[in-house]
């Protein structure tokens, strides 16, 4: 009796399996993307609510400026009181934002109608 690697059709042609055919013409999915990386995040409880993602965006003042996905916030250096602030597009702090005196990472202070403390963090 014939093995199965030797079968043929009546063409004349080998016979494979119709699956193992199919695997072979099958096309490999794309490999899915590399994790989204940000600058920093910004976490706590806030009114307005300004958690979330933020990346560099271009430089305010010749110091650097980062934006929120939503582009609703921003994280930007304040030269005239040498402060970190989050609030809405620079050079906005009006009704209110939050700052920090030191570097750009850690717990900031709520000024204006801004509540709450958020944190930023790099990721």
């Not at 004349?12 to 794309?30: A, K, M, V």
């Amino acid at each position: 009796m014939p093995t199965r690697s030797s079968w043929k059709h009546a063409t004349g042609l080998p016979l494979t399996s119709s699956s193992l055919r199919n695997r072979q013409d099958r096309e490999t999915p794309p490999a899915p993307p590399p994790p989204a990386v940000h600058d920093y995040e910004v976490t706590g409880t806030l009114a307005p609510d300004a958690t979330g993602y933020y990346d560099r965006g271009p430089d305010y003042a010749g110091y650097p400026y980062y934006e929120h996905a939503a582009g609703t916030f921003c994280i930007w250096w304040f030269p005239r009181s040498s402060q970190w602030t989050l609030s809405t597009k620079p050079p906005n702090r009006s009704p209110g934002y939050w700052y920090r005196n030191a570097q750009i990472t850690g717990d900031y202070m709520a000024a204006g109608t801004y509540t709450g403390t958020p944190t930023v963090i790099a990721p």
